[in-house]
């Protein structure tokens, strides 16, 4: 069965830093895409940034220049650096497995404040 177990979230000031990982426990990780996803309240969940398995990369517009996703295959691990953070990135944030079938984590809090 597969887990993805994230963490790194918590309370972050605007224009602070964090990192979100993601454990995975996929026998072949590395033919999966890996992606973080995020969901603030009354909203649909969207993609927050992508990595294939060849190290393609796709940002949101809205975290482009913010964000690095990143993937080491060895550790079944992939990881999201967020900075320059705003209070508009406060989301719970999933990570995300797609390869035959789509799997997901159970979500990490993020929350940007003051």
């Known amino acids: 069965q597969v887990q993805l177990a994230e963490s790194g979230g918590g309370l972050v000031q605007p224009g602070g830093s964090l990192t979100l990982s993601c454990v995975a426990s996929?026998?072949?990780?590395?033919?999966?895409?890996m992606g973080w996803y995020r969901q603030a309240p009354g909203k649909q969940r969207e993609l927050v940034a992508m990595i294939t398995s060849g190290g393609t990369t796709n940002y949101a517009d809205s975290v482009k220049g913010r964000a690095t996703i990143s993937r080491d295959n060895a550790k079944k691990t992939v990881t999201l650096q967020m900075n320059s953070l705003k209070p508009e990135d406060t989301a719970v944030y999933y990570c995300n497995a797609q390869w035959v079938r789509n799997y997901w984590g159970q979500g990490t809090q993020v929350t940007v404040s003051s």
């Open positions: 996929i026998s072949i990780f590395s033919t999966y895409t």
